[in-house]
């Protein structure tokens, strides 16, 4: 709504020696009291927009209710997903990677600032190839499955204590040594 201007304009025109109707006869006092004060009433509404009757809104992002004053329209999204705090729009722009609105698909105003991308490492590995049908590679596997039979069927007997311990760890070493050369055929 724009400015309202109320101005009393009777007996503005009236001259102490004009003659007055016989309506106007009534009310001369009034007339008179109207000539010399005029009554203006401004009534004004800031910016444009109303305040809105509510104070107090709920943030989109972490769904918490709060002042309007703490809270940022920062796009052109209304109703209940118009407000939101600043820090939460700035947390949502960096876990996403834009500024770019996903409701109303325009960029976030008031200076939002997105991290910028990273670049994937383009580092293939292969693990499905020619090195299943290496000799070397089935050579080794065949050596630590006769070893992991010999040593359980020693575990099971009576006295599996210190040999069987010291299998174990041979078997632990030979299986990391493995893998070890597993990495050296596939680089």
Same mark, same amino acid.
Request: hydrophobic share 35%; aromatic share 4%.
């Given at each position: 709504?724009?400015?309202?201007?109320?101005?009393? *304009? !009777?007996?503005?025109?009236?001259?102490?020696?004009?003659?007055?109707?016989?309506?106007?006869?009534?009310?001369?006092? *009034?007339? @008179?009291?109207?000539?010399?004060?005029?009554?203006?009433?401004? *009534?004004?509404?800031?910016?444009?927009?109303?305040?809105?009757?509510?104070?107090?809104? !709920?943030?989109?992002? =972490?769904? !918490? !209710?709060?002042?309007?004053?703490?809270?940022?329209?920062?796009?052109?999204?209304?109703?209940?997903?118009?407000?939101?705090?600043? @820090? =939460?729009?700035?947390? %949502?722009?960096?876990?996403?990677?834009?500024?770019?609105?996903?409701?109303?698909?325009?960029?976030?105003?008031?200076?939002?600032?997105?991290?910028?991308?990273v670049e994937p490492d383009d580092t293939i590995?292969?693990?499905?190839?020619? %090195?299943?049908?290496?000799?070397?590679?089935?050579? *080794?596997?065949?050596?630590?499955?006769?070893?992991?039979?010999?040593?359980?069927?020693?575990?099971?007997?009576?006295?599996?204590?210190?040999?069987?311990?010291?299998?174990?760890?041979?078997?632990?070493?030979?299986?990391?040594?493995?893998?070890?050369?597993?990495?050296?055929?596939?680089?």
């Amino acid at each position: 709504m724009g400015d309202h201007v109320v101005v009393n *304009v !009777e007996g503005l025109g009236n001259d102490g020696g004009a003659v007055e109707k016989p309506s106007e006869a009534v009310n001369s006092s *009034v007339v @008179a009291a109207a000539s010399l004060s005029t009554t203006v009433d401004t *009534v004004e509404e800031g910016g444009g927009e109303e305040e809105p009757l509510i104070q107090a809104a !709920e943030c989109r992002i =972490c769904q !918490e !209710e709060d002042s309007i004053k703490n809270l940022e329209k920062p796009c052109a999204c209304s109703g209940s997903l118009k407000y939101a705090h600043r @820090a =939460c729009v700035q947390r %949502w722009c960096n876990e996403k990677g834009d500024i770019t609105c996903e409701i109303c698909h325009e960029q976030y105003k008031h200076g939002y600032t997105a991290p910028p991308r990273v670049e994937p490492d383009d580092t293939i590995i292969d693990i499905g190839g020619d %090195w299943a049908r290496d000799p070397r590679i089935i050579a *080794v596997a065949a050596a630590q499955r006769r070893l992991l039979e010999t040593e359980y069927d020693e575990y099971a007997g009576t006295d599996a204590s210190g040999a069987a311990f010291c299998r174990s760890a041979a078997l632990i070493v030979s299986t990391k040594q493995q893998f070890k050369v597993l990495l050296c055929l596939i680089s």
